[in-house]
């Protein structure tokens, strides 16, 4: 089964006249890495509000068509159920942390759930390991760095278990060696955990070794879905204004010149690979 399945959806906000989003058809299968990419405004956010339903239950705005979350349709489902399937952090952790302390806001939702109290502590003590927040569990949120606030978002996030973990430009706050730092930690719950992420990022040279498919939109519309060696090696790609990685205009360029006739690489290792074949 699709994880989640959009079928001619179109959503404009209220008092908008423009569509932010424009006859989806999408499918996001199991165990993936998967990359959204577009320019500012193109409508990713929204694309991502709509995977558990705060677009259109939260949102007030005009839509049509349909969007599934396993199977679950997402203008009927709650949204708190829909929660436990599609897991979501947003770019500012700050808006998304409110307990006391790192503990209880990771218990948080557990025990909304109603979820028993040794489970609880054994799921904190698994998700804080994985996101190595061990030695902050009892310090305030506000108390911690950009970084330290992103770990703890996605290990409250991880406790419950989702089948999808979608992160908004996680690392937007973060400086280059933290943004390494949570970009490691992803495919690592990958690996581990074999559930499916899907993330909007900006640093690309970071996050597209890591990426199996990239979802490519422009203007309200997905104009390409497909695995990273396609897209990438695709002119949609080439023409979105997007932060490209060195490796990727030199690589181009080169192609260009009829230099380089293979696929364009996505990392250095990729790239001494396809120069030694
Ligand atoms: N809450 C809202 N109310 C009204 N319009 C909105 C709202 N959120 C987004 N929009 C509009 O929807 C369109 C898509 O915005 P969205 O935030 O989804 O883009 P984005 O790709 O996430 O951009 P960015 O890279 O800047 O985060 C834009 O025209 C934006 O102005
Ligand atoms: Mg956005």
């Known amino acids: 089964m699709d994880l989640v399945k959009f079928e001619s959806f179109y959503y404009r906000y209220k008092g908008n006249e423009e569509y932010a989003l424009k006859n989806i058809n999408l499918k996001i299968e199991d165990n993936k890495f998967i990359l959204l990419c577009g320019e500012t405004g193109s409508g990713k956010t929204s694309l991502i509000r709509c995977m558990n339903g705060l677009i259109p239950q939260f949102y007030s705005g005009f839509y049509k068509g349909k969007v599934e979350v396993c199977g679950k ?15 979501i952090v947003f770019q500012n952790p700050e808006n998304q942390l409110i307990a006391m302390n790192v503990e209880h806001e990771i218990a948080f939702g557990l025990e909304n759930l109603g979820v028993p109290s040794k489970e609880i502590s054994k799921r904190i003590k698994e998700s804080a390991s994985l996101t190595e927040i061990e030695h902050i569990l009892d310090k305030a949120p506000f108390e911690l760095s950009g970084g330290e606030q992103q770990r703890v978002a996605i290990a409250s996030i991880l406790v419950l278990e989702p089948k999808i973990l979608i992160l908004d430009e996680p690392t937007a706050l973060l400086d280059p060696y933290m943004a390494k730092k949570i970009i490691n930690l992803l495919q690592e719950i990958r690996i581990e955990k074999k559930i499916t992420i899907l993330i909007s990022e900006h640093r690309l040279d970071l996050i597209l070794p890591f990426t199996e498919q990239l979802i490519l939109i422009k203007r309200g519309s997905i104009i390409e879905h497909g695995s990273r060696e396609r897209v990438i090696n695709g002119d949609n790609f080439q023409n979105l204004r997007l932060n490209i990685p060195v490796i990727y205009s030199i690589f181009n360029k080169l192609k260009k010149e009829n230099l380089y006739r293979k696929n364009i690489p996505s990392s250095i290792p990729e790239a001494i690979k396809s120069l030694k074949l």
Do not use: F
């Open 73 to 87: 349709n997402t203008t009927e489902a709650p949204i708190a159920n829909l929660s436990t399937e599609v897991g």
